[in-house]
C-alpha cells in the first residue's frame, strides 16, 4: 500500500545516516521516487532558509536532513542544488548559507548552492493574480522537492509544506504581498497560488527540532519533537500535521483554501503511516483580522494600527531597516525606531532580527 503520509517518529538527533536510511523507507511507503529524480536528472531541494541562524535554533531546514535526501539523489546519479530566498538576503545570501549549514551539506554531498536573487525572475499570472517568481522554480530542474520546517507563525499560525512556498517570490517581494494582504485569510490564497506554482514532487517536513508558541524565529520556544514526515502532497501534510499538533485542519487558513481548489482529498480519505503524539504544543489565536469583512481589513489595519518595537538587545544593526518594504524603520541614536504610521505588520524585521531585538505588541493581546 502506497500512503499519502509517511510519519517516522523517534529521532533523538540529527545523523545523516540514519536520516538517509528513514527518508529512504519513508519514500518507497508513498510509492517511490517521484520523476525527474533518476540519473542525469538535475533536481531542486528548496529548504526553509528564514533567517542566518544556527541550525540548532529549530529556524531553519536542518542541513542534516538536506544533506540525507542530498546524498540520496546524489547516489542515483542526480546533479543537485539547494536554494532558497529569505527576506534580507537582498545584499547577499552566503551569510545565510554559512549560518545555516547548507553550505556544509552541499560541500560534503557534492550539491550546488543556488542563490534565487541572484538567478532573476519572471512574473507568473495565476487565478489572475501576479507574482514575481524566482526562476529556478521555473526552469532548469527535472523535479523539485520541498524540504519544509514544521513551527508556528504569528500571522498564519503555522508554517509547514504550502507556506513554505513563499519562499519562491525573491527579494522584497514577499513583504509586498504582505502588504496587498490585509488579512491572514487573503494572504493565504497568495501562499497557495504560489504552492501552486512551484508544483513540488515531494514535500519532506523536518519536525525533529522544531518550534511552536510566538514563531517563525526568534521568539519561538523551540522544541524537540524527534519526527520526520514526509508526503507527495504538501497539503495533506499540512492537514495531517497541524490536526496531530491540536489546530483543526479546517482552521488553517492554508489548507482551506487549497481544499476548497481540489489540491488534497477530503481529510477522512488521506492514508497515514505513522504518527507523532504532541504534548501542549502551542499554536498562536487566530489574527483578529480574520474576523472583520475583507473590504474593512485596510481600515481596521488603520485604525488598530500597532508596530512592533526594539528592546534593549537591539545593537542597531540596520538589518532590519534594509528589509522593511515600507521603509518604517530608521536607527537613532544607535536603535532600530519603528513608525506606527508606516508600518505593515509583515514582521519581517522581527523574523531577521539577528539579534532577537524586535518585540511584538499585537491588538487585543492576541499572539
Not at 533523538?12 to 540514519?18: N, P
Not at 546524498?71 to 551569510?95: N, Q, T, W
Not at 501562499?191 to 517563525?216: K, N, Q, T, W
Not at 523574523?351 to 491588538?363: F, G, I, W
Request: proline fraction near 5%; hydrophobic fraction near 35%; include cysteine.
Amino acid at each position: 500500500m502506497n500512503y499519502d503520509v509517511v510519519i517516522q517518529d523517534g529521532f533523538g538527533f540529527y545523523c545523516t545516516e540514519k536520516l538517509k536510511e528513514s527518508i529512504a523507507s519513508m519514500v518507497e511507503d508513498t510509492g517511490g521516487w517521484p520523476r525527474g529524480t533518476s540519473t542525469g536528472n538535475r533536481v531542486l531541494l528548496k529548504v526553509n532558509m528564514l533567517a542566518a541562524k544556527h541550525p540548532a535554533r529549530g529556524i531553519t531546514t536542518h542541513p542534516a536532513v538536506v544533506a540525507a535526501v542530498s546524498s540520496l539523489l546524489r547516489d542515483r546519479g542526480c546533479e543537485v542544488f539547494i536554494g532558497d530566498s529569505p527576506g534580507g538576503a537582498v545584499k547577499g545570501v552566503e551569510r545565510y548559507w554559512r549560518n545555516c549549514g547548507f553550505n556544509t551539506a552541499a560541500e560534503i554531498t557534492g550539491a550546488r548552492l543556488v542563490s534565487f536573487e541572484g538567478s532573476g525572475s519572471r512574473r507568473i499570472t495565476v487565478h489572475d493574480r501576479e507574482y514575481d517568481i524566482a526562476l529556478p522554480i521555473l526552469e532548469g530542474y527535472d523535479c523539485k522537492i520541498n524540504m519544509c520546517k514544521f513551527k508556528t507563525h504569528m500571522y498564519t499560525r503555522m508554517t509547514n509544506a504550502v507556506k513554505n512556498s513563499f519562499g519562491i517570490v525573491p527579494g522584497l517581494g514577499k513583504a509586498m504581498l504582505h502588504m496587498r494582504s490585509p488579512r491572514p485569510r487573503d494572504l493565504a490564497v497568495n501562499i497557495v497560488d504560489l504552492y501552486e506554482i512551484a508544483d513540488f514532487s515531494l514535500h519532506i517536513s523536518d519536525g525533529i527540532l522544531c518550534m511552536d508558541g510566538r514563531g517563525p524565529s526568534t521568539d519561538g520556544r523551540r522544541r524537540h519533537e524527534g519526527f520526520l514526515a514526509l508526503s507527495r502532497n504538501g497539503v495533506c501534510l499540512d492537514m495531517v500535521l497541524s490536526q496531530m499538533a491540536g489546530l483543526p485542519w479546517d482552521q488553517l487558513d492554508s489548507n482551506v483554501e487549497a481544499f476548497s481548489r481540489g489540491l488534497a482529498k477530503p481529510f477522512s480519505e488521506i492514508t497515514v503511516q505513522g504518527s507523532h503524539e504532541f504534548v501542549d504544543f502551542d499554536i498562536p489565536d487566530r489574527s483578529y483580522l480574520n474576523y472583520i469583512p475583507r473590504w474593512l481589513g485596510s481600515v481596521a489595519r488603520l485604525l488598530m494600527r500597532t508596530a512592533p518595537v526594539s528592546n534593549d538587545s537591539c545593537t542597531g544593526c540596520g538589518v532590519c531597516k534594509r528589509a522593511c518594504p515600507v521603509d518604517a524603520i530608521e536607527i537613532r541614536s544607535g536603535r532600530a525606531k519603528m513608525k506606527k504610521g508606516t508600518c505593515i505588520m509583515c514582521l519581517c524585521c522581527h523574523e531577521l532580527c539577528p539579534e532577537n531585538a524586535v518585540e511584538l505588541k499585537l491588538p487585543f493581546g492576541r499572539s
